[in-house]
């Protein structure tokens, strides 16, 4: 299995609070994600935020982790900019092949991770899953905060598209040697639909 990036450096404008600090089922998002990623067979884990201050609340919560902190401190970054951040910590650790989770999917399955690795070849450079969920949003159903990525080849093709006017995740890994998993694949693994339900709005929490 493969390193994980968690990103959770959102400004959270939407919620009204910050997520490192949110819980749901009286626990930390940021636990419920490392919980599943770990369940999947990660066992190292890169957490992208945005200060030090982050890192002093989330580190006695992820204490039991093997973890590591990559840093995002512009207050205009993107999360196009945000992710070319922490893959590039991640080359300079040497990890090929990265799992990337954000902090607010806290119902993500464990077995989406454990069948995604299972995908990676040598001429794959993204697994991105597809969602019924948000077929109706600019991404077309793609779910790219929660793909299995060749670290270099996203470094690479986030530098040729950065100063474009469409900056959309799903875009730069669509330019990748992909393959998409739609949702008839993930159900047969007992996937839930609800695994790709981000946490974005106050209501979310109810």
Known sequence: ??????LAGGKSKRMGQRKIIL??????????????LKKGGCNSFLIQIKSKKDQ????PLVSNYNVRWSFDNSEKSDVLEALHIALTAAKKLDWEFVQLAPIDTPFVSPRLFQEVAK??????????????????????GLEPLLSCVKTNSVIKQIETVVK?????LAKVFENLNHKIVE?????KWGVLEKSFKNLNYPIDLE
């Open 1 to 6: 299995m493969f390193p994980a990036i968690i």
């Open 23 to 36: 819980k749901i089922e009286n626990k930390p998002l940021i636990i419920h994600v490392l919980e599943a």
């Open 56 to 59: 002093e609340i989330l580190t």
């Open 119 to 140: 995908l990676v070849n040598e001429k794959l450079e993204a697994i991105i899953p597809a969602s019924d969920s948000s077929k109706n949003t600019p991404s077309k």
């Open 164 to 168: 474009k006017k469409d900056r959309r």
């Open 183 to 187: 949702p008839e694949e993930w159900k």
